[in-house]
């Protein structure tokens, strides 16, 4: 595929690598057009995702054709991009050696390998790094025997290769023939040693990482119907844990845009408590615990944080580190995802108050207890959290769509308040943990009463969004999921049929109606993970065949090598931050029930 005109891939048209530190997204043309070295919310090196003028980039391809085609090898994170063409066919490699015990620690390093895989295939490159989101002007040298290297105030790297290259402005470009079977070796690496490429280096570095990914991967317990889906689903997922500290970040972008042209463009680089707790369950399903029990460790620091600051107890998010300070600003240099600005670096959401992440993490403990018991330390500081929320879960919150209008008492905050202590409460039997049981299973009562007494109404059939209002939203979909109503109760059922008449559209749902309650102008796409957790509903509520055709549906909105981004817009494009964790996550949950479904 050529570059549209105004120089942006489609978002689908990319495939990620990553070292479970960070990604690159590589486009169907041969192009990285985001990396992050390091980390995942560090300062861009390539950014012409965001900018195809500023932003950087790092692009190989071969004159073969101009129909590429993309796939990963079978179970790993290893991307080729193959150009195929009459005369010849050649193909780029690109991988990044994970962090694990295994493999040793990370060297940010990005791999790229050129082959000749069919005649004589002519290839060009061109490497023009923008450091720091292009803020930051940079030296190149070229160093014999080596390849470059960049030097800015920013950092520095090192590409080695021993392709000729030449200085093209601020960056370097080499053109290269290869006959049938020849390779050329490539190395990105930060804050590298200047040396040159080391022969059969590469060659160790693949099958290190190969074998690691297939030995990750062969953990999986699903044998289902749509055994190759599920399985890139996790690996997705895999890559977007930060393995130093075992936080798990939404997305690796930022401001990849909700509506072409729109506002709605925010930071996902951030560990979401929601998101990682509803990863973690994912990962569960699968029999994947090694990351859950990073997550315990990474939530139990967190608490031990919250004992600090009683007032704020929790936050929503944190950066990969740990930290709370995710202060948001815009980068007004940058013209966004075509022409969709702001750019945002940063999330404000940070502040804000969602009552229903100590549901979700709750319910995340409960099922990590029952295949690991949770250490009386985590339990005490998981305790102090339901205190806090005993005092404030009847306030007015922002809610799991982080509303930046006014607060509400969301029916979806209410009902994971009673998750919450649901989940406290036959975790504390189950281990015989010392625990105000009787306290906690009133306070549970009280949120499951408000949520039938007042988030119900009558006059049109549904839970709505929130008491008083009309506004369907697509959140109570778990209800059933998480044991709150029976799969057949009249009244989700209900629910269910007025969300099918008036937020689906086909396979395809709408997390709530568009009506300016949400404090920012503008539109957006269809939301995947509301899409998923549909399906799920569905397949719970006994419409099992209705369940299975819309999730064959959704499937065709993936793109080439199986990834989703946030939303999915108007003409079946992907819309949001990519790939998206909450998307592959729902995605796994529905595929596991649906597959339990039809078996039975």
Known sequence: MTLPRNGYLPIEEHGVVGDLRTIALVGTDGTIDWYCPARFDAPSLFASLLDSRKGGYFSIHSRASARPKQLY???????????????????????????????????????????????????????????????????????????????????????????????????????????????????????GEVRPLIEGENEDLFVRTSDFWQRWLSQCKYRGRWRETVQRSALALKLLVYHPTGALVAAPTTSLPE?????????????????????????????????????????????????????????????????????????????????????????????????????????????????????????????????????????PDEGIWEIRGPRQRFTYSALMTWVAYDRACRVARDRGLPAPIERWRKLGNQAYRFVQNSCWDRDIGAYVMHPGSKLLDASVLVMPLVKFSGPTDPRFLSTLDRISSELASDSLVHRYAHTGHDGLAGQEGTFNLCSFWYVEALTRAGRVREARMIFEKMLTYANHVGLFAEEIGPSGEQLGNFPQAFTHLALISAAVNLDAALDR
């Open 73 to 191: 090898l079978p179970e790993t994170n290893i991307l080729v991009t193959r150009f195929v063409g009459a005369e010849a066919v050649g193909e780029v490699i690109d991988f990044m050696v994970p962090e694990t015990s295994e493999t040793a620690a990370a060297r940010d390093l990005l791999v790229r390998r050129a082959r000749a895989v069919r005649g004589r295939a002519t290839f060009e490159l061109a490497c023009h790094p923008a450091f720091d989101y292009g803020r930051v002007s940079h030296q190149v040298e070229l160093v014999t025997g080596v390849g470059a290297v960049f030097t800015s105030g920013a950092g520095r790297f090192v590409l080695r290769t021993s392709v000729p290259l030449k200085i093209e402005e601020n960056g370097v470009g080499a053109t290269f023939t290869l006959d049938e079977g020849e390779t050329v070796e490539i190395q990105l690496e930060w804050k």
């Open 259 to 395: 509506e072409l042209g729109g506002i709605r463009n925010w930071d996902y680089r951030y560990a979401w408590l929601r998101d990682a707790a509803f990863t973690i369950y994912a990962l569960m399903r699968l029999g994947f615990l090694e990351e859950a029990a990073a997550f315990m460790d990474w939530v139990q620091k967190r608490c031990e944080e919250a004992d600090r600051d009683r007032e704020r107890d929790l936050m929503i998010m944190y950066a990969v580190d740990g930290s709370p300070e995710i202060p948001e600003f815009t980068l007004d240099h940058l013209e966004g995802y075509r022409g969709s600005a702001p750019v945002r670096i940063g999330n404000n959401a940070v502040n804000q108050r969602q009552i229903d992440v100590y549901g979700e993490l709750m319910d995340s403990v409960y099922l990590y207890n029952r295949e690991v018991p949770i250490s009386y330390d985590l339990w005490i500081h998981l305790s102090k959290r339901l205190d806090w929320l005993a005092s404030h879960w009847q306030e």
